[in-house]
Structure formats: structure tokens, C-alpha cells
């Protein structure tokens, strides 16, 4: 982490506390990014395209059962699994932290899909089509991916490189909420806060402090980007 | 080793039986030619349609995103053992047994490895950008990654297609010119060409054997080499069930049982269908058996170390993927177990199991249809229950890919035929060398004991 040289480092707090299961991050999350449509048959197939999809676990037993979501994104890795394993530098590794994907590099090896341990990389196995209307509000910004290509969530790296350009243009930095991805933006209970990890005021990094904090799959050494919050007093379990 | 009747027949006589290969074809070997194209033709069928359609039409999902492709590729990078080891191994060793069987066995190498390399292509998302992983300057001003073990896969597979074309080639020369000596018209100028001007004079034979000798040594590291690589593509990843230690010396004992395994097949096919009986005896086979016999029960011990530690430690992802294996795939598993270990155990203890054709044959076929579920057993139940229960999958194989990999073994099948045909498929050098290596050298009615030795 040390050997970043951008006053960046990008990263989102999940308060599952707050989380209500809602989905609302899921659908601004396809409107936002270009991610393809998929039927009931596909996703069945386990090849639907989410980049952000929400883990939902029954607790408990009979009266008393509880139920808990677990949204889960990429978790823009500091030391990625998925990057070492492209022989074509389709995953890599941006200065800002960010777990980039260039869509045209990839050949479809799916090694990072396979290396993911939070399997959160999703792969076109079909050419999909957007049916009018709804091509119409595709975003200009993105590329839309053809067959055979892995992608996967960019925390909206377009919204954070306007931003970037916008600041750099004035001449400052990036301020704490002026960047965030459209599932944070969208979020009705605020459990997505996004931020720059690197900027200890930002809201993200206190957040990130918190004593309910915790990560996925921590113990693997992945050093994730994503933070979790549990716990707080109001025990779900 | 005098079970090979080199003094029986005239020096002509055993050239004419030992090229009996290279004469026209018959009516049966065009009719197995036309049966093996019309598979690969169907098996490139199947790939143009993946190619057209996508990669929805194979099994495969999140989060299985490899299956029967990579099976199949491990699967051929192993078969493509037996040719170093029965060929190199036992030519270091100074076996004189292995002589009526090497070329087949290095024939089997090339043609391995090289329908093993075409799998990682087949089942890319784009298989029209392969290049981008090949290494020269380019407009996207980009080198490929090799911290990637599919890198590293590329240059072994790279280096052994080479290393083991010429160690075939090296050994075909004097055939080659011997072959050209019997022929007549545009066969004689190909054979010519390829024999590179061979005279058979002593500088050229003493070159020769230096050059295998060093050929020999030099493609075992590459061999190893070549499958621990393999091994590193599933053991330095995160994956669990593919994370693990032992996975580089376990691949290649598993492809080297798979390889002898092959070469014993190989040689049951050949003996029929060239006539070989007065050369690939019992006795051949009985030593093939002892090698199977030590080789499985080294694969059987390392698979009883993997499995036990993944037992003892007892870390809950790791047992879960175990438990699902066994749960899920109990009949191949037990297929695996009896094909690798139990099967070849029990009956090559036995010389009269080992000197019978038809168990040699049915044990032989056995161990590679275990082998190749072993493979399938360690990719795709690892993929299938990763570390979030919440995306566990399960993976079947579709008819494209399980045409391809038929595709793959009539294409193999095919190569190997049309080099039996064309090419001295018995090595007729290395044979009637055996003619001056004997101890007693007849001389009339007299015996002379010999005096020259292998080196």
C-alpha cells in the first residue's frame, strides 16, 4: 500500500447495519455501468452479469429467524488475486488503488474469475442485447463489453476520473463526497459510504475506524479496498 | 537380451519387417483415416459453433469457469510424458528393452503436446486474440504478464513441442536413410531431403550418439519442468483444493503414470497392427508392468498425502470442497481410485497378469480414464465451492466441449497413424544395434565374445 504515489486511495464502507436489502444499489448499479440484462435462464445458468449483487442468509430457527444481506462488490483488492494471474494485463493494478479492468485487452482466460475468491468477476458468456428502448439510455461514458470479455464493479471509475479532471482543472483535490459511485449515490439508508481512504478527515476513512468494522475473507491477505460494519449494539444473531 | 530374434533373419529380412509400416496403404487404413477425420471434423464443428455463438454453449458459469477444456489439457500434457520417460529414462539407464518402442513413444510426445497446446486456445472468451499473449513488439504497446502462470504455461509448452520434435527427428535420421535407400521415386527425394545426407559413416554415428545421449538428459528437466508448471496454474492461486504444496511432484508422478500407461496401449496397437510379435514380447510388457506398478503406487502415495493434510487440518473451506467432491462425484472418484490405484496395484504384482496382453490392455486403458477424472476432480470442485457459499455452482460438460475432447483423441489418433504411415514407426537402428552389443558375436559355427559395448 505503501508504494501508491497518488493522493488517492479509494474505498467504501458497507454498514450491514443499516442495510436493508433493498437492492436499489443493484438496479443503479446496471443503469450506471452498461452491465447487460439477463433472463431468468441465464442467471439460473449462474451467468448473470451483476457487478454488485446482494448475499441474503437466513439466521436462526423457527419463530425467531432473522434475516441478513451482504452486498457484495469487488473489493478493489490492494494485493488482488485476480492481477498476478492475467498473462495480458487486462486486471491491473491503478495508482489511485483501484482495481482496473481493460476490457479490450482481454482474451477470456477467466483465470481471475477462477482467482477471485470473493467471486465477484462476472464473464460474458453471451452477446447481449439491449432491447429498444433501453439501448437508448446507455452510457456514452462506458464501453459496452462484447462476448467473451470478464468484467466486473469499477467503483464508476468514470464519475471518479470527472471528478479528478474537474479538481485538477481548479487546481485541488477531490473533496470528501463530491465522487461517488451510483450505488452509494443511490443507497436510501446511506449503508454504502464511499471515499478516499487516503484522507484520514475523509467520512470513509472514520468510518473505517470504527471498532464494528471488519473485512471478507480477511484472513486470505487480500487487503481489501471495502469495508464492512457489524455489530453495533443491535445484534442481528 | 536376447529375446529379440536379431540373429535368426538376414540383415534385410528384419529391415523389411521392421519398415513393414511404410508399405501402401490398405483399404483398412484408409477406412480408420476417414473414421478419425470425420471425428475432428465434427470436433471442429463444435468449436466453430463456440466460436460463433459464444461461450454460453459450453457447461461452463460462475463460478466454474474452467472444466473440461483445461481437463483436457492437463490430461494431454500428461500423456505427453511417456515418450521422455520410456525414451530418455530408460535410454540413460541403458534398457534395452525400450528399443522396439521408443519411436512410438516419442511420436506420442510431439502429437501429445501439441493437441494439449491448442485447449488453452480453444477455450479462450476470444479465441481470435490469442496473439495478445504471445510476446513481441505490437501496436498496443504492451508485453505480456509473466507473472502469470499461462505465461509461463506458453513457454514450457513452447519449449517442449520443440525439444521434443527434434529429440524425434535426431532419432528418425539413420531411419530416415534407411527408409530412403528402400524407396523409389518422389518418396525417395522426401525421405532424402529429411535424411539430411546420412551416409552411416563412423564420424557421423559417433556424432549421433553423443547428441542423443545429450538429447536424452537435456528433455527430462524440460519434462518435469513442463508439468510442474502446469501444477503452478492451479497451486498459486487462492483457490482452495488447488492451493497446495505437493501439487507440482504429484502432477508429474500422475503424468508419468498416465504416459507409461499410454506407451503400453500404444504398444498392444502396434504389435497387432504391424506384426510385431517377435518384438514386442510378453517380456516387454512385463517390464512396462513393473514400471506402471512402481509409478502408481508413487501417484497412489501422493495422493494419500494430499488428501490426508487436507484431512488432518481440518480448515473448514478446504473439507468443504473435499466433502463436496466426494459427495457430489462419488462414482468417479471411486473410478479414479480403482483405475490409479487399486486396479494397477493388484494385478502387476502378478508376471502373469503383466504378460498378458488383453489385462495389459484393459489395466492400461483403465489408468487414463482415471487419470483424466482425476484432473477433472481437482479443477472443477475446487471452482465449484469457493470461499462464499452464496455463489457455489456446480458445472456439467456440454456436447461441444465433450466433442472436442473426443475431437482431441481421434485427432491424435489421426496424427499418429499418418506418422506410422509415412515415417519407420519401429526404431530399426536402435533395434539392430542390439546386433552388436550381444556378448557372443556368431561367427560361423563359432561364438566370439564382443567387443564393443554401449558407452
Known amino acids: 500500500m505503501g508504494k501508491l504515489t497518488s493522493p488517492y486511495r479509494w474505498g467504501m464502507v458497507i454498514d450491514l447495519d443499516?442495510?436493508?436489502?433493498?437492492?436499489?444499489?443493484?438496479?443503479?448499479?446496471?443503469?450506471?455501468?452498461?452491465?447487460?440484462?439477463?433472463?431468468?435462464?441465464?442467471?439460473?445458468?449462474?451467468?448473470?452479469?451483476?457487478?454488485?449483487?446482494?448475499?441474503?442468509?437466513?439466521?436462526?430457527?423457527?419463530?425467531?429467524?432473522?434475516?441478513?444481506?451482504?452486498?457484495?462488490?469487488?473489493?478493489?483488492c490492494h494485493?488482488?488475486?485476480?492481477?498476478?494471474?492475467?498473462?495480458?494485463?487486462?486486471?491491473?493494478?491503478?495508482?489511485?488503488?483501484?482495481?482496473?479492468?481493460?476490457?479490450?485487452?482481454?482474451?477470456?482466460?477467466?483465470?481471475?474469475?477462477?482467482?477471485?475468491?470473493?467471486?465477484?468477476?462476472?464473464?460474458?458468456?453471451?452477446?447481449?442485447?439491449?432491447?429498444?428502448?433501453?439501448?437508448?439510455?446507455l452510457s456514452p461514458d462506458i464501453t459496452v463489453r462484447s462476448r467473451g470479455v470478464m468484467e466486473k464493479c469499477s467503483f464508476c471509475i468514470q464519475r471518479i476520473r470527472r471528478a479528478?479532471?474537474?479538481?485538477?482543472?481548479?487546481?485541488?483535490?477531490?473533496?470528501?463526497?463530491?465522487?461517488?459511485?451510483?450505488?452509494?449515490?443511490?443507497?436510501?439508508?446511506?449503508?454504502?459510504?464511499?471515499?478516499?481512504?487516503?484522507?484520514?478527515?475523509?467520512?470513509?476513512?472514520?468510518?473505517?475506524r470504527s471498532p464494528r468494522r471488519f473485512q471478507l475473507l480477511e484472513q486470505l491477505g487480500t487487503h481489501p479496498s471495502v469495508y464492512y460494519l457489524k455489530g453495533g449494539g443491535r445484534e442481528h444473531v | 537380451m536376447s529375446d529379440i530374434p536379431v540373429t535368426a533373419k538376414s540383415a534385410g529380412q528384419l529391415n523389411g519387417e521392421l519398415l513393414s509400416s511404410l508399405r501402401p496403404p490398405s483399404r483398412r487404413w484408409y477406412l480408420l483415416v476417414l473414421l478419425l477425420g470425420a471425428v475432428v471434423a465434427w470436433g471442429l464443428f463444435a468449436f466453430a459453433w463456440q466460436l460463433t455463438h459464444g461461450m454460453y454453449v459450453t457447461g461452463k458459469n460462475r463460478p466454474v469457469m474452467w472444466g473440461f477444456y483445461i481437463t483436457g489439457f492437463v490430461f494431454w500434457v500428461g500423456l505427453s510424458h511417456s515418450g521422455t520417460m520410456v525414451s530418455a529414462i530408460l535410454r540413460l539407464s541403458q534398457a534395452n528393452w525400450r528399443r522396439p518402442i521408443l519411436r512410438a513413444a516419442e511420436a506420442m510426445t510431439v502429437f501429445c503436446i501439441a493437441v494439449a497446446g491448442l485447449f488453452p486456445l480453444i477455450h479462450l472468451?476470444?479465441?481470435?486474440?490469442?496473439?495478445?499473449?504471445?510476446?513481441?513488439?505490437?501496436?498496443?504497446?504492451?508485453?505480456?504478464?509473466?507473472?502469470?502462470?499461462?505465461?509461463?504455461?506458453?513457454?514450457?509448452?513452447?519449449?517442449?513441442?520443440?525439444?521434443?520434435?527434434?529429440?524425434?527427428?535426431?532419432?528418425?535420421?539413420?531411419?530416415?536413410?534407411?527408409?530412403?535407400?528402400?524407396?523409389?521415386?518422389?518418396?525417395?527425394?522426401?525421405?532424402?531431403?529429411?535424411?539430411?545426407?546420412?551416409?552411416?559413416?563412423?564420424?557421423?554415428?559417433?556424432?549421433?550418439?553423443?547428441?542423443?545421449?545429450?538429447?536424452?538428459?537435456?528433455?527430462?528437466?524440460?519434462?518435469?519442468?513442463?508439468?510442474?508448471?502446469?501444477?503452478?496454474?492451479?497451486?498459486?492461486?487462492?483457490?482452495?483444493?488447488?492451493?497446495?504444496?505437493?501439487?507440482?511432484?504429484?502432477?508429474?508422478?500422475?503424468?508419468?503414470?498416465?504416459?507409461?500407461?499410454?506407451?503400453?496401449?500404444?504398444?498392444?496397437?502396434?504389435?497387432?497392427?504391424?506384426?510385431?510379435?517377435?518384438?514386442?514380447?510378453?517380456?516387454?510388457?512385463d517390464n512396462m508392468g513393473k514400471l506402471l506398478l512402481v509409478i502408481s503406487l508413487l501417484w497412489t502415495y501422493a495422493y494419500f498425502v494430499e488428501v490426508q493434510t487436507t484431512w488432518y487440518a481440518h480448515e473448514p473451506?478446504?473439507?468443504?470442497?473435499?466433502?463436496?467432491?466426494?459427495?457430489?462425484?462419488?462414482?468417479?472418484?471411486?473410478?479414479?481410485?480403482?483405475?490409479?490405484?487399486?486396479?494397477?496395484?493388484?494385478?502387476?504384482?502378478?508376471?502373469?497378469?503383466?504378460?498378458?496382453?488383453?489385462v495389459m490392455l484393459v489395466v492400461s486403458l483403465l489408468v487414463n480414464v482415471g487419470m483424466f477424472i482425476e484432473r477433472f476432480l481437482i479443477i472443477v470442485p475446487s471452482l465449484a465451492h469457493k470461499n462464499m457459499p452464496f455463489v457455489w455452482g456446480s458445472y456439467a460438460p456440454s456436447w461441444v466441449e465433450i466433442s472436442v475432447n473426443l475431437a482431441a483423441v481421434a485427432g491424435f489418433t489421426l496424427l499418429f497413424t499418418l506418422f506410422a504411415k509415412f515415417f519407420p514407426i519401429v526404431a530399426v537402428t536402435d533395434v539392430r544395434e542390439l546386433e552388436v552389443l550381444q556378448a557372443e558375436v556368431p561367427l560361423g559355427r563359432a561364438k566370439l565374445p564382443a567387443i564393443v559395448g554401449e558407452e
Not at chain 1, 442495510?19 to 449462474?46: M, R, S
Not at chain 2, 473451506?317 to 494397477?344: Q, R
Request: hydrophobic share 45%; proline share 7%.
Open chain 1, 18 to 76: 443499516r442495510c436493508t436489502g433493498c437492492g436499489a444499489c443493484v438496479v443503479a448499479c446496471q443503469a450506471e455501468n452498461n452491465v447487460a440484462l439477463c433472463d431468468k435462464q441465464q442467471i439460473g445458468e449462474g451467468r448473470g452479469m451483476h457487478w454488485l449483487r446482494i448475499e441474503r442468509f437466513w439466521v436462526g430457527t423457527y419463530p425467531d429467524v432473522r434475516v441478513r444481506f451482504l452486498p457484495v462488490l469487488c473489493q478493489h
Open chain 2, 317 to 358: 473451506i478446504e473439507w468443504e470442497v473435499f466433502s463436496f467432491m466426494a459427495g457430489t462425484y462419488t462414482v468417479p472418484l471411486l473410478l479414479m481410485l480403482i483405475g490409479n490405484a487399486l486396479l494397477p496395484i493388484v494385478t502387476m504384482c502378478f508376471q502373469r497378469l503383466r504378460r498378458s496382453i488383453a
Open chain 1, 79 to 137: 494485493d488482488a488475486p485476480c492481477e498476478p494471474v492475467c498473462p495480458v494485463y487486462a486486471s491491473y493494478h491503478n495508482p489511485d488503488g483501484l482495481n482496473g479492468q481493460v476490457y479490450n485487452r482481454c482474451v477470456g482466460t477467466r483465470y481471475c474469475g477462477n482467482n477471485c475468491p470473493y467471486a465477484v468477476r462476472v464473464f460474458n458468456f453471451y452477446q447481449h442485447e439491449w432491447p429498444p428502448p433501453l439501448a437508448d439510455q
Open chain 1, 164 to 208: 479528478k479532471e474537474e479538481a485538477t482543472g481548479e487546481g485541488r483535490l477531490v473533496r470528501d463526497g463530491e465522487v461517488q459511485p451510483a450505488c452509494a449515490q443511490t443507497c436510501p439508508a446511506e449503508a454504502l459510504v464511499f471515499g478516499n481512504l487516503a484522507d484520514p478527515h475523509s467520512r470513509v476513512a472514520r468510518l473505517a
Open chain 2, 125 to 285: 472468451g476470444r479465441n481470435w486474440t490469442f496473439f495478445y499473449m504471445m510476446p513481441y513488439p505490437n501496436q498496443r504497446g504492451l508485453w505480456p504478464n509473466f507473472r502469470s502462470p499461462l505465461l509461463w504455461d506458453m513457454t514450457a509448452i513452447t519449449a517442449y513441442i520443440i525439444g521434443s520434435s527434434l529429440f524425434l527427428y535426431l532419432g528418425l535420421l539413420p531411419d530416415l536413410a534407411l527408409a530412403r535407400d528402400r524407396a523409389s521415386g518422389w518418396r525417395q527425394r522426401v525421405y532424402g531431403v529429411l535424411a539430411m545426407g546420412w551416409r552411416g559413416s563412423a564420424h557421423e554415428w559417433s556424432v549421433y550418439r553423443k547428441a542423443s545421449i545429450l538429447m536424452a538428459a537435456l528433455i527430462i528437466p524440460v519434462a518435469i519442468s513442463v508439468h510442474s508448471i502446469v501444477a503452478w496454474d492451479f497451486a498459486v492461486t487462492v483457490v482452495p483444493g488447488w492451493h497446495s504444496t505437493i501439487f507440482p511432484p504429484y502432477f508429474v508422478i500422475g503424468a508419468i503414470l498416465s504416459g507409461v500407461a499410454a506407451v503400453i496401449t500404444l504398444m498392444i496397437v502396434i504389435r497387432k497392427a504391424f506384426q510385431l510379435e517377435d518384438y514386442l514380447t510378453p517380456l516387454h510388457f
